[in-house]
């Protein structure tokens, strides 16, 4: 285990997982745990940037950790926890902060797009990219996939490496790469099949969550965004709505999407929509079981939760100490 490289990534608690998780999940994560130490946590203290009911934010911090169990994340070959459990996240953000040029946080795009949509804006918002560098650094991840979004995060986090070398010298923070997945290889939004399957789209019409009810599963895509023409055929250029739902009905069926083409020769979009529908609803169906189970016991979750935070704190603990020999402060004994 010590000798594989490090990935870690981290999920903001807004939305469901999607349909899009739910394929990149069973594509990626069981090679990727053979290959890497894995690394997942659930980013609650991020998601307090905006005001958050403190009920509703409880609640969807285990109903996240029971999502990403359904899927099949297995806690015993990955280390998944709660970023709040492991208080070293914290304690590194202000320690880095402090190292952070206003210049560099000043130029975040996203920060500047969520501003100008948000009335109160809070001082954590606009240093969110350093507590995400912090969550980073303190596990020594080599890699870290994220999305597109997050590049200019993953820059800073970065830049902040060199940062730290340059002021206390190298061998306490781990350089980090991002790892971008590319385009046509995921799942594309309904409504805009140009932009990616997002579950923090703000148009729910955009994606089927794990846990929509079969009712929603199949109003959603009968509503998929498609072209006039009729003729059902794979084109990516021309048919970038009828593509997207022609590689998820490839996906789940494991058929050729060619096959799936032969199949609805002379029959119209509406009949491989209600098909895709119930193809996703009966895939769904055995998620949606686990989640429920997983849901009704929320004693087991947290048992899980703490012993993902036992074996995630030990790296995080180690970073944290040699941070403190480097920055001079005393590590408590
Ligand atoms: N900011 C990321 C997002 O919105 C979530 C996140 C927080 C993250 N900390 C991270 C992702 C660390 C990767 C690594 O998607």
Redo the contacts with the bound molecule.
């Keep these: 285990m010590a000798d594989k490289k490090v990935i ?5 608690v807004t939305g469901d997982l999607t349909i899009g998780n739910y394929i990149g999940a069973m594509n990626n994560w069981k090679k990727m745990q053979e290959e890497y130490n894995c690394h997942y946590f659930i ?1 609650d203290l ?1 998601a307090l940037t905006v005001a958050q009911d403190p009920k509703a934010l409880r609640e969807r911090c285990f109903s996240f950790f029971a999502q990403y169990l359904a899927l099949g994340l297995d806690p015993e070959n990955n280390t998944i926890f709660v970023q709040s459990h492991i208080h070293e996240h914290a304690e590194l953000a202000w320690i880095l902060t402090c190292l952070t040029p206003m210049g560099n946080l000043n130029r975040m795009t996203q920060f500047k797009d969520k501003s100008s949509n948000t009335k109160n804006i809070n001082a954590g918002l606009f240093t969110y990219p350093v507590l ?1 560098a912090a ?2 650094l303190l596990y020594q991840a080599d890699v ?1 996939p ?2 597109e979004d ?1 590049r200019q ?1 993953m820059e800073l986090c970065r830049d902040l490496v060199v940062f730290w070398e340059n002021r206390y010298g190298e061998g306490t923070l781990k350089m980090p790469e991002a790892y971008i997945g590319k385009a046509g290889a995921r799942v594309m939004s309904l409504q805009d099949p140009s932009k990616k399957m997002s579950k923090s789209d703000e148009n729910e019409k955009n994606f089927v969550s794990i846990i929509d009810t079969p009712k929603k599963i199949q109003k959603k895509i009968k509503s998929a965004q498609t072209d006039s023409d009729t003729v059902v055929s794979f084109d990516q250029e021309k048919k970038p709505g009828l593509a997207n739902l022609l590689t998820i009905y490839s996906v789940l069926s494991e058929k050729s999407i060619d096959d799936i083409v032969k199949d609805y020769e002379g029959k119209m979009y509406g009949h491989l929509k209600v098909d895709l529908a119930d193809l996703v609803v009966e895939t769904l169906k055995p998620v949606q079981e686990k989640y429920d189970d997983l849901m009704k016991n929320k004693d087991y979750l947290e048992q899980l939760m703490a012993k993902g935070a036992s074996k995630a704190r030990v790296r995080a603990a180690d970073t944290l100490k040699k941070v403190y020999e480097d920055t001079g402060l005393i590590f408590r004994a």
């Design positions: 870690l990534s981290g999920s903001t980013a991020h995400m969550d980073i870290v994220v999305g997050q995060h």
